[in-house]
């Protein structure tokens, strides 16, 4: 009997596969789309080159002060040499330990909640907000318990960074709550307040906001009840994020849909009931990546203390730039904190893109 | 809530009747709001008559004696505090139309090159876009002002082109136009072809919808806007004298000239923004069904007019309520001039005026106010215009 036998596959065309094939398809794929692709070359060829001889091969590594940098690029020395102003502001050097230590335990004492198996997570996560900030301000502050007080003027540099963000963040979110449940209640009043509340803050600039805490509040406050500059800032930043968040919060809430309102209430709850064990659990787990934009986006914004005068990251390089023992290192020291920022900003943008596809239970209308 | 109405009022408590509760909230509610009003405004009192502060507005009249780099109306330092108020908005202003204009062109420039079939195109638009919306806008405005605008050479070793543009450490200098007496004949011819092509395009408009033809209105628009004018041009000569710019001992003299701060504050506001326009612009093209490209392909149309009349109106929708909210996000970011002393009205206003005159609270109502105003206006139209593209569904 005659059997009959496929001849073996013949190969796909050499055009259609491989690096020329890809060359084809993605950067040549015709007069325009090839005219584009040498343009973009040109701006590569224009930009990245000198960006590396600047930044890595004609860059001073070593050394301790400006006559070191003898080559063309940049002079890393100073970096290198004001790391520590950077990081800490003015804060006692002998006394930077309890600064490591706090960013060490918050890192930490935060893992877990990364931790998808870890049983109890809330309760852990709730635990943490209340003892962490105590046990953070304790750290840094001082003044008790055998710690010696370091003043909030003495504060700076990424630190202070971090600490505003931190707080800004921890106080706007149970606020931010607040005002999205009120813009969502029935009763007229309390909706007014909190719609005029939320608008007020959303319309006008942080920096503005700013201002006022700093000249204002000590106007609006009874005599001898003063806080220091650090706190007026922190009381604009609270107020300025919560109207953000809330309006985060509130799309949160306006995606859960009403069977669920309609159900928890034929359940026999009341309203605070019915929020806190059906709607908003649902309704923030939706919105944690919002509320991460928002955070970043609080992250950027608190650069803009330098407008009243602290510390912060940013002003602490702008004034080592106009050190006159370091003049003309302006260019090598907001590259320097444009990457601290970066690195920042970037990490969370994608951890809040991980958890957008995390997150997304096919609740959103 | 539950709905009162329908259920039938349990017989007990007053307290457990949800109006009540409702309206006894509502009462406490706005009761401690206004005692917390009453109890800031009673320390504010206090505390300006203590410190010997005056209130009110008469300040505005006040002699302000400082100078200004730039000022858009005339401004001299005898002026009162009333005019600075007005040369730092229009400062504002003017940062905030310039940016928008600028963000706007770049981040559909960019937004569209994310969706460049052409893989290095798309990489660097990605990378553009990474990198810039995630350092923060005062950084770059630092940047851009002490970094670049600083360092660029005196103004005797300016960079030129062309010999009527200077740029050099003190800003950028080019030529100012001026009216000369022919305008007056350019202006109405310019007039002139405005008014036929408002009434070309009713006139096609209504032939289309009669009879269905097409007329090129776009090209003869076009034609009729640089065929009259330039008629009145040829015939009479140029409607505008052109003052060049000249070194003069230590500095340009004549034109205009774009102070470096308002060049660092443009640049870095428009280039932080352009990112985040990009974004939204390439969200909006991707909301579009692909099927809607297909549908118009299948009923004749042809590429050109499948994208702007299919595709682009549906992406606007999409695309013009986040893009409003960056524009005013712009616009509120101008405030940042105060970090490199861009005369703007917070720098100005709410930095040297407050300083001089010590009224904080006036100033900052004044400043705050301002941009409310610009924001509620904003949104509003927002609404309006929401309401109006929104899609009518079944």
């Known amino acids: ?365 | 809530m539950q709905n009162a109405a329908n259920v039938p009022r349990r017989r007990g408590s007053v307290l457990t009747d949800p109006k009540l509760r409702a309206l006894i909230f509502q009462l406490v509610a706005i009761a401690a709001v206004v005692g917390l009003g009453w109890f800031l405004f009673d320390n504010t009192q206090t505390n300006l008559e203590q410190r010997g502060i005056n209130s009110g507005f008469a300040f505005l009249n006040n002699t302000a004696g400082f100078g200004i780099a730039q000022h858009l109306i005339d401004y001299t330092q005898t002026d009162s505090y009333g005019r600075v108020f007005f040369v730092g908005l229009l400062n504002t202003l003017l940062v905030s139309v310039i940016g928008i204009i600028l963000a706007t062109m770049i981040g559909f420039l960019l937004g569209v090159a994310r969706l460049s079939p052409n893989w290095l195109v798309r990489q660097l638009a990605t990378v553009y876009i990474e990198t810039f919306r995630n350092i923060p806008p005062l950084l770059q405005i630092l940047f851009w002002y002490f970094a670049v605008m600083l360092s660029l050479p005196g103004p005797r070793q300016s960079l030129g082109v062309l010999d009527s543009f200077y740029l050099n450490s003190r800003g950028l200098y080019m030529p100012s136009p001026g009216l000369s007496e022919t305008f007056g004949l350019f202006f109405a011819a310019l007039l002139l072809a405005i008014i036929a092509s408002v009434l070309l395009g009713r006139w096609a408009k209504k032939r289309r919808e009669a009879t269905g033809q097409p007329f090129p209105l776009l090209i003869s628009v076009i034609a009729l806007l640089l065929v009259v004018p330039g008629l009145a041009v040829l015939i009479a000569g140029n409607p505008l004298v052109w003052t060049i710019p000249e070194l003069k001992g230590f500095n340009f003299r004549g034109g205009w000239v774009l102070i470096p701060e308002l060049m660092a504050l443009t640049l870095a506001l428009s280039i932080y923004t352009a990112a985040f326009i990009a974004e939204i612009v390439r969200a909006g093209i991707q909301s579009v069904n692909h099927g809607q490209t297909e549908a118009a392909h299948s009923l004749g149309l042809p590429a050109g007019k499948t994208l702007r009349l299919v595709i682009i109106p549906q992406a606007l929708r999409v695309i013009i309520p986040p893009l409003t909210s960056q524009y005013l996000n712009l616009a509120k970011n101008s405030s940042l001039a105060a970090g490199i002393g861009y005369p703007d009205m917070v720098s100005l206003f709410a930095g040297t005026v407050l300083n001089q005159t010590g009224q904080a609270i006036e100033v900052i109502a004044i400043t705050m106010s301002v941009y409310l105003a610009i924001s509620i206006s904003i949104s509003m139209f927002m609404n309006w215009y929401n309401g109006r593209i929104a899609l009518i569904e079944r």
């Open chain 1, 1 to 365: 009997m005659q059997t009959h036998t496929f001849k073996p596959d013949m190969p796909p065309p050499n055009q259609s596969i491989g690096a020329v094939a890809w060359l084809r398809g993605n950067l040549f794929s015709g007069w325009f789309n090839s005219l584009l692709t040498l343009f973009a070359l040109y701006l590569v060829w224009l930009i990245v080159p000198p960006l590396i001889s600047w930044a890595f091969i004609n860059a001073d590594w070593v050394g301790t002060t400006r006559a070191d940098c003898t080559s063309e690029g940049a002079c890393w020395v100073f970096i290198q040499q004001r790391f520590g102003q950077f990081m800490y502001g003015f804060y006692p050097s002998e006394l930077r330990w309890r600064v490591d230590l706090t960013v060490i335990l918050a890192i930490v004492g935060a893992v877990p909640l990364f931790i998808d198996a870890m049983p109890r997570k809330a309760r852990y996560g709730i635990g943490f907000l209340v003892v962490y900030p105590l046990l953070a301000y304790w750290l840094l502050h001082g003044g008790f318990l055998g710690l010696e007080t370091v003043e909030t003027s003495q504060w700076g540099g990424l630190t202070l960074t971090l600490v505003i963000a931190a707080v800004g963040i921890a106080g706007a979110l149970p606020l931010g709550i607040m005002l999205a449940l009120g813009r969502r209640s029935e009763m007229p009043a309390i909706r007014v307040l909190c719609v005029t509340f939320i608008e007020f803050w959303r319309g006008v600039p942080l920096i503005t906001v700013l201002f006022m805490s700093s000249v204002m509040l000590p106007l609006f406050l009874p005599e001898g009840m003063n806080f220091d500059k650090l706190v007026r800032a922190l009381i604009g930043v609270i107020l300025f994020q919560s109207a953000y968040v809330a309006e985060v919060v509130r799309g949160g809430l306006q995606a859960i849909p009403k069977g669920q309102y309609e159900a928890a209430s034929a359940m026999g709850l009341g309203y605070w009931r019915m929020m806190g064990l059906v709607i908003l659990p649902q309704a923030l787990k939706l919105v944690i990546p919002g509320i991460v934009n928002t955070f970043i986006a609080l992250f950027k914004d608190t650069s803009l203390v330098i407008i009243i005068g602290l510390f912060d990251l940013l002003n602490s390089i702008k004034q080592a730039t106009t050190d006159p023992a370091w003049l003309g290192m302006a260019t090598e020291g907001y590259v320097f904190a444009a990457l601290v920022f970066w690195i920042f900003c970037f990490g969370m943008s994608r951890y809040s893109m991980h958890l957008e596809r995390k997150l997304d239970t096919g609740h959103k209308r």
